[in-house]
T-cell receptor, first 116, second 111 residues
Framework: EAQVTQNPRYLITVTGKKLTVTCSQN?????MSWYRQDPGLGLRQIYY???????DKGDVPEGYKVSRKEKRNFPLILESPSPNQTSLYFC???????????????FGSGTQLSVL | SQQGEEDPQALSIQEGENATMNCSYK?????LQWYRQNSGRGLVHLIL?????REKHSGRLRVTLDTSKKSSSLLITASRAADTASYFC???????????FGSGTKLNVKP
C-alpha cells in the first residue's frame, strides 16, 4: 500500500532534549516536506527536499534540521526543542514537487509533539 | 504571505444540504488543490484544478477557479455526516517547490 509513515504518533519531551521524528515513503517520490500545524495558522512548511542530498528551508525553519540521505527517508530533527515547538507535525511527499502541473501531496498521519 | 485564506472559518449545516467553501490567494499559481483533514489526522487530497481550468468535478465535489479574482470555491453537494472535517486549499507555485496552505474551513454536518 502506498503510504507515508511517520513515527512516533505522540511525543512528550522536555526543553533541550534532542529528538528525531522519522518519515518514510514507499512511492519513490522525489519531493518530501515537513509541515507544522497550529490552531488558526494552518499548515506552515518547515523544510522540503527535492531529492537525495537536496534540502531547502520553508517558511518556518528556525530550530529544525533535516537530512535526506536516502530517497525514502526524511527525518525531522529538533536539536534543542523549546515549548514554542509544541505542535502537530506532518510529513508529506509528492512525485516531483510543484514543478509538475498535476502534483499532489501524500501526508503521513501526523506527530503530536509537546515540549514541556 | 502567499498563503491562501479560506472562508468561512467554520460552517455548520444539516445532512443533505450543500456546503460551499471559498479560498483566496495572493500570487499567480500553477494549480490549486483542496484537501480534507479528519480531526487532527493527515490531510487527504480531494481534487486539483490547474490554473488554465475554470471548473472541475469529482463525485459530489465541484471546484471552481477564478484566476482574475485569485479565488476558488469548493462545493460539496448533498452533504453527509461523514463529510464532517476540516477542508484546506493549497496553492502550488511553479519553480518555488512549495505548497501553501490556508488555515482551513471546519465543516460540521449534522445528521
Amino acid at each position: 500500500e502506498a503510504q507515508v509513515t511517520q513515527n512516533p504518533r505522540y511525543l512528550i519531551t522536555v526543553t533541550g532534549k534532542k529528538l528525531t521524528v522519522t518519515c518514510s515513503q514507499n512511492m519513490n517520490h522525489e519531493y518530501m516536506s515537513w509541515y507544522r500545524q497550529d490552531p488558526g495558522l494552518g499548515l506552515r512548511q518547515i523544510y522540503y527536499s527535492m531529492n537525495v542530498e537536496v534540502t531547502d528551508k520553508g517558511d518556518v525553519p528556525e530550530g529544525y534540521k533535516v537530512s535526506r540521505k536516502e530517497k525514502r527517508n526524511f527525518p525531522l530533527i529538533l536539536e534543542s526543542p523549546s515549548p514554542n515547538q509544541t505542535s502537530l507535525y506532518f510529513c508529506a511527499s509528492s512525485f516531483r514537487g510543484t514543478g509538475a502541473t498535476n502534483e499532489k501531496l501524500f501526508f503521513g498521519s501526523g506527530t503530536q509533539l509537546s515540549v514541556l | 504571505s502567499q498563503q491562501g485564506e479560506e472562508d468561512p472559518q467554520a460552517l455548520s449545516i444539516q445532512e443533505g444540504e450543500n456546503a460551499t467553501m471559498n479560498c483566496s490567494y495572493k500570487t499567480s499559481i500553477n494549480n490549486l488543490q483542496w484537501y480534507r483533514q479528519n480531526s487532527g489526522r493527515g490531510l487527504v487530497h480531494l481534487i486539483l484544478i490547474r490554473s488554465n481550468e475554470r471548473e472541475k468535478h469529482s463525485g459530489r465535489l465541484r471546484v471552481t477557479l477564478d484566476t482574475s479574482k485569485k479565488s476558488s470555491s469548493l462545493l460539496i453537494t448533498a452533504s453527509r455526516a461523514a463529510d464532517t472535517a476540516s477542508y484546506f486549499c493549497a496553492t502550488g507555485l511553479y519553480n518555488f517547490n512549495k505548497f501553501y496552505f490556508g488555515s482551513g474551513t471546519k465543516l460540521n454536518v449534522k445528521p
